[in-house]
Each structure stands twice: as C-alpha cells, then as structure tokens.
C-alpha cells in the first residue's frame, strides 16, 4: 500500500510537469507575435494564422485522442505528443520562414492537445476520484505559472542575445550561434525542443499503470458525439466554449501588439510583461473563483465575472498607456473562472455521455484559433482596436450562459449545504 502511494505522489508530480510544459509551449505565441511579424514582414491577418496552426489541431485531434487513449492507452500517445513537439519545435527553429511556422506550430499543437486528453483520465487514478476535483484546481495553478513564467524567458533570452558577446555565458553562447542575428526570438523554439527531448526520454522511460476509464470518461465509437451533436443545448455549450477559449487567446495574442501600435511601449519588455501578468492574475483569478464558487451559484458567479470583464475590457481599449497596461492583463482574473464554470454547467447539463461531450466541448478550442483570425483580419482592414472590439461579442455570449444556463445539477454552496442539513433534521424531528 504505501509502496501504491509513493507511486500515485510521483505520477501525480510527473503530470503537474506535464501540464506545466504545455502550458509553457502553448503561451508564448502572445509575446513573440510582433517579432515575427518584424522578422517576416507579416499583415496582422497573416500573422493571426500563426495561432490558427496551433488551436486547430485541438479543434481536429481533441476526439480522435480520446478514441485513441481508450484504444492504447497513455504512455504511447504521451510518447507519441512529445516527439511531435519535438519535431515540431525543431523545424521552427532550424527552418525560421514563415510557412515552416504554420506547419511547425500545427504539429506541436497537435501533440500538446493529445497529451491535454492523454492526461487527465490518468490524474484521476494515479490521486484518486476522491483528490480529483482539488489536484485538477492544483493543475491548473501549474499551469498559470508556466503561462506566467514563458514571456519572462521569452524577455531574458531576447534581451540578452542582443547584448552582443559582452555576456560571457556558455547557455547564451551557444544560442546565439544558433540564432540569427535580428531573430533572437527563435531560441525560444531551441528552449523548447531541449525541453521536449528531455520529456520525451521521460515518457519513454517511465512505467505508467494502465487506467481502466470510468464509463462517463469514454467517447466510445463516433456515433455517439454524432447524436450528441443533434442537441441544442450541445451546440450551446460548444460556442460557449469556442467563445471562452478565443477571448482568452485574443487577448492573449494581440496585447503586446496593441500596446505597441497605439502606446509605443516595447514589445520584448512591457508588451511581454502584460501578457505574463495576464496569465499571472489568471492564475490569482482560478484561486478566488474557487472561493466564491463555495459562497454563490456558479451562474451568479458568471455574471458577475463577465460584467466586471467587460468593463475592464472598454477600459483597457479606450484608456491611456497607463490604463491600458493595467487593464489588459487584470482581464486575465476576470475570465479565469470562465473555462471552469461553462464546462461544469455543460457537463451538468446533460444526463450521460459525459466522455464524449467532453470530447466535443475539447473540440470547441478551436476557438482560440479562429477569433484570432477574426481580430487580424478586422485589425488590417480598420485597426487593431476595431478587430479587438470582436471580443464584445464573444463576452457578451459567456455573459448571457449565465442567464439561460439550467444545469440538471447545481454546485454545492455553503449556504445550500446548511438548507439541506436543515431539512434533513426537520424530517428526522418528527420521526
């Protein structure tokens, strides 16, 4: 027994590592995206594509993960995720043209939405269902610091590989004997595929228990999303989703920019700063989100986050430098209980198949791949604030889940737990 719980501790710890490595891959395209755009001489429509190669692949792959998990289990499709991001980090950096980016940026998002759905059944058995709910919130705070920490490498390699050789440093020296001069960016994508290469020997070393999956876990055969898919509130939920995840890489993606374009301030150091405080007060956001998920109806609690968003979101378009600054990254608190409560009221919402409308709601992330778009094509024909103001509309439907949302289950609050307490020592009273 105690030799299955140091086992369970260690999976447990490896999958936090895991997560925090898709993160740390998956957020860094925010910061580097006016680089790019510098170093290929890219409109702002092409450039949106960049993220479209990356969040597609959740959009193509997200059900056939599933289906393949449940055929093979974890440890090859983890295998299997790594060398894509490998190879996919390896070609961006040696081939640094603009169409290997696309197909490079493809790849490794394939591979980071096979391990998005490789591991979450495998959290659940190696900390138990019991641990489930409190190690998928601990998850995602490893997530947040990742997203945090990325620019901050991001800002640290770039400004020192154009410091020139006065930095007398091996790890610097051999990057910038791999990184062209006026495209310090790339050694991002080295960062990255040293780190690929070093989970991919993990993967292919580690010993992983095979996960028997829970009947609502599995997707089961196609027709079963089909028929899914006939249903209403399915298709609800599923632009619920595609709205979150585009509003968050929306953000994401052009902040750096819109604080160039309009307030002159450097991409590689206030422009990525933003975004790391973006992901930061995400991460702050999940925190008090728990919180007051303990206190409110979750619906509630979507309301209120989406006014408070899209306050702050007029304040950070219509603001000063200044304002702007501080707004843009504080809607990361505002929208990070977002992805949680849509995808708890959706699941809740239906009374089986919860495997395979997980699935179709993964599916819905290829959100962050087309509202980018959207933004960059609206942004090159009236400006990037007008292609920002897209996400009007994209909060405005997460605001309006909060009022036609009637989820079969509700989420347990303090003062409900006490009402049930309450009445059921009102019906044992008399007996």
Request: overall charge positive; charged content about 10%; hydrophobic content about 55%.
């Amino acid at each position: 027994m105690a030799e299955q719980s140091r086992r369970s501790y260690w999976l447990v710890a490896l999958i936090a590592l895991i997560f925090f490595v898709i993160s740390f891959l998956t957020n860094i395209l925010g910061p580097i995206i006016p680089d790019i755009i510098q170093s290929f001489g890219l409109s702002l429509t092409l450039a949106s594509f960049l993220p479209f190669s990356f969040f597609v692949a959740y959009g193509l792959l997200s059900i056939p993960s599933g289906m393949a998990v449940e055929r093979w289990g974890e440890k090859p499709l983890l295998v299997f995720a790594f060398a894509l991001a490998l190879a996919g980090s390896l070609a961006f950096a040696v081939l640094q043209n603009y169409p290997a980016a696309l197909a490079s940026l493809f790849v490794i998002g394939a591979g980071m939405a096979v391990l998005q759905v490789a591991i979450n059944p495998l959290l659940r058995t190696a900390g138990g269902e019991e641990h489930y709910a409190f190690n998928m919130v601990m998850m995602q705070l490893v997530f947040g610091l990742a997203s945090f920490l990325s620019p901050k490498l991001y800002t640290y390699l770039v400004t020192n590989l154009g410091a020139g050789a006065q930095q007398p440093n091996a790890f610097l020296d051999l990057l910038r004997r791999l990184t062209p001069v006026q495209m310090e960016w790339i050694s991002v994508y080295w960062i990255f595929a040293a780190v690929s290469a070093a989970m991919l020997a993990l993967a292919l070393l580690l010993r992983l228990p095979r996960v028997e999956l829970a009947e609502s876990e599995r997707i089961g055969a196609w027709e079963t999303p089909r028929r899914l898919l006939r249903k209403r509130i399915v298709i609800l939920y599923f632009i619920g989703i595609f709205c979150y995840v585009g509003t968050e890489q929306g953000i994401a993606n052009w902040t750096s920019k819109f604080l160039a374009v309009y307030h002159g301030l450097d991409p590689q150091r206030e422009g990525a700063a933003a975004v790391s405080h973006f992901w930061g007060l995400m991460t702050v956001g999940t925190v008090v989100g728990l919180a007051l998920l303990k206190l409110f109806d979750s619906r509630r609690v979507l309301i209120g986050f989406s006014l408070a968003a899209l306050a702050c979101y007029t304040v950070a378009l219509t603001g000063t430098a200044e304002t702007a600054s501080l707004a843009l990254p504080l809607m990361g608190f505002f929208i990070s209980s977002m992805w949680s409560i849509i995808f708890s009221l959706a699941l809740n919402s239906v009374e089986k198949y919860h495997g395979a409308f997980s699935g179709i709601l993964c599916t819905a992330i290829a959100g962050g791949a087309v509202v980018p778009v959207i933004i960059g094509s609206l942004g090159d024909l009236f400006g990037l604030r007008a292609g920002l103001a897209f996400l009007y509309a994209t909060l405005l439907y997460i605001l309006g889940i909060g009022f036609w949302a009637r989820p079969l289950v509700v989420n347990e609050t303090i003062w409900r737990r006490r009402a049930a307490t309450r009445a059921g020592k009102t019906r044992e009273g008399p007996a």
